[in-house]
């Protein structure tokens, strides 16, 4: 008896693990990130919040989705992370709506984002790594893609020079810190700025500062010689002036499940509880089977065993029926709207 217990504990816990973690081994597919990409390379001050261009797209398989996610799913979260050594920080995240209007489904959600640069080993300068990742919609999200990484250059926080960008797009800096950066020959004309100390001789990127200057029809042209970092600088020049900039502002969903109303904040609660209600029920068939490997076949010991793992099945069958319970109660209740 106790050894036809023993296997069938082997069999639940076997049948049991592969169902709880097949989906999140085998799927894939679900989105594919295109292209994951932040700008500017180079943040000459570290002031701690840096604005960044994001560029983020991704290609949805909507049957896969559905399959993974869940065909009322009608979103997915985006997430920025920096890549350190242990668990990754996030840095970023943001919700974007999926309308099943196609098979396959191209999304850009390019975007100012603003990303917390405070980092302790940031302070003196160096480079850090960032990786755009998307995951189910619900509680305990499922991570379903991953970027590769994107490599940002700081400056020191704390430790400063006077530099210019060079004619070879490297930052020449002041040897004896002026502000004008007039003891380096190559900076001669050039606008002198001040940087992170760690800066000096790299390369400035493609999106390092760029200046703008007054042509002769008093128009603000690109001038690597001007004297302003915009180019609406028409007004300055003796032009028209610039065009209105209008700028939109919401209060976020501080709820990341996305709930708007009361049914909604109810069935992220209730996913979130079967999420958690699951690996309890996996400890307690464990516990279960420890019971049985170290019963010896004492009849008492194999008793209690056996009342564990009958009660952790029935918890199990109860979590996994319970998963649907809601939705079919809420059909109940919908029952009687479609008539009126």
Same mark, same amino acid.
Request: glycine share 10%.
């Given at each position: 008896?106790?050894?036809?217990?023993?296997?069938?504990?082997?069999?639940?816990?076997?049948?049991?693990?592969?169902?709880?973690?097949?989906?999140?081994?085998?799927?894939?597919?679900?989105?594919?990130?295109?292209?994951?990409?932040?700008?500017?390379?180079?943040?000459?001050?570290?002031?701690?919040?840096?604005?960044?261009?994001?560029?983020?797209?991704?290609?949805?398989?909507?049957?896969?989705?559905?399959?993974?996610?869940?065909?009322?799913?009608?979103?997915?979260?985006? =997430?920025?992370?920096?890549?350190?050594?242990?668990?990754?920080?996030?840095?970023?995240?943001?919700?974007?709506?999926?309308?099943?209007?196609?098979?396959?489904?191209?999304?850009?959600?390019?975007?100012?984002?603003?990303?917390?640069?405070?980092?302790?080993?940031?302070?003196?300068?160096?480079?850090?790594? =960032?990786?755009?990742?998307?995951?189910?919609?619900?509680?305990?999200?499922?991570?379903?893609?991953?970027?590769?990484?994107?490599?940002?250059?700081?400056?020191?926080?704390?430790?400063?020079?006077?530099?210019?960008?060079?004619?070879?797009?490297?930052?020449?800096?002041?040897?004896?810190?002026?502000?004008?950066?007039?003891?380096?020959?190559?900076?001669?004309?050039?606008?002198?700025?001040?940087?992170?100390?760690?800066?000096?001789?790299?390369?400035?990127?493609?999106?390092?500062?760029?200046?703008?200057?007054?042509?002769?029809?008093?128009?603000?042209?690109?001038?690597?010689?001007?004297?302003?970092?915009?180019?609406?600088?028409?007004?300055?020049?003796?032009?028209?002036?610039?065009?209105?900039?209008?700028?939109?502002?919401?209060?976020?969903?501080?709820?990341?499940?996305?709930?708007?109303?009361?049914?909604?904040?109810?069935?992220?609660?209730?996913?979130?509880?079967?999420?958690?209600?699951?690996?309890?029920?996996?400890?307690?068939?464990?516990?279960?089977?420890?019971?049985?490997?170290?019963?010896?076949?004492?009849?008492?010991?194999?008793?209690?065993?056996?009342?564990?793992?009958? =009660?952790?099945?029935?918890?199990?069958?109860?979590?996994?029926?319970?998963?649907?319970?809601?939705?079919?109660?809420?059909?109940?209740?919908?029952?009687?709207?479609?008539?009126?």
């Amino acid at each position: 008896m106790y050894k036809m217990y023993k296997k069938l504990f082997l069999s639940v816990f076997l049948i049991t693990g592969i169902f709880l973690i097949g989906k999140n081994i085998f799927a894939a597919g679900e989105i594919n990130i295109d292209s994951f990409d932040l700008n500017p390379k180079t943040v000459v001050n570290n002031t701690g919040g840096t604005q960044f261009q994001m560029t983020f797209r991704a290609t949805v398989d909507v049957a896969k989705f559905n399959a993974r996610c869940g065909s009322d799913a009608d979103s997915f979260y985006w =997430y920025v992370y920096r890549d350190v050594t242990g668990v990754d920080l996030k840095r970023g995240s943001g919700e974007v709506a999926v309308s099943r209007t196609a098979a396959f489904l191209n999304l850009n959600f390019d975007q100012t984002i603003s990303i917390d640069t405070t980092d302790p080993d940031l302070i003196n300068g160096g480079t850090a790594r =960032y990786y755009g990742q998307v995951n189910c919609p619900s509680m305990v999200s499922i991570q379903i893609a991953r970027s590769a990484g994107v490599p940002i250059t700081f400056g020191s926080v704390t430790n400063k020079s006077y530099a210019c960008v060079a004619n070879n797009n490297k930052y020449a800096c002041s040897p004896a810190n002026l502000t004008n950066c007039s003891d380096v020959s190559a900076c001669s004309g050039r606008p002198c700025v001040q940087i992170g100390t760690s800066l000096c001789g790299q390369d400035a990127g493609a999106a390092a500062a760029p200046k703008y200057g007054c042509n002769s029809s008093n128009q603000c042209v690109a001038d690597v010689n001007g004297i302003y970092s915009t180019s609406n600088c028409d007004n300055k020049c003796g032009g028209s002036g610039g065009t209105t900039q209008r700028y939109s502002f919401e209060i976020p969903n501080p709820l990341k499940g996305g709930a708007s109303d009361f049914t909604s904040l109810v069935k992220i609660i209730a996913q979130w509880i079967f999420n958690l209600a699951i690996p309890i029920a996996v400890a307690m068939i464990v516990y279960a089977g420890i019971l049985f490997l170290t019963a010896q076949g004492e009849p008492a010991k194999v008793a209690k065993a056996k009342e564990v793992l009958k =009660y952790a099945i029935i918890g199990l069958a109860i979590i996994l029926i319970g998963s649907g319970f809601i939705t079919l109660i809420q059909s109940i209740l919908e029952l009687g709207s479609g008539s009126q």
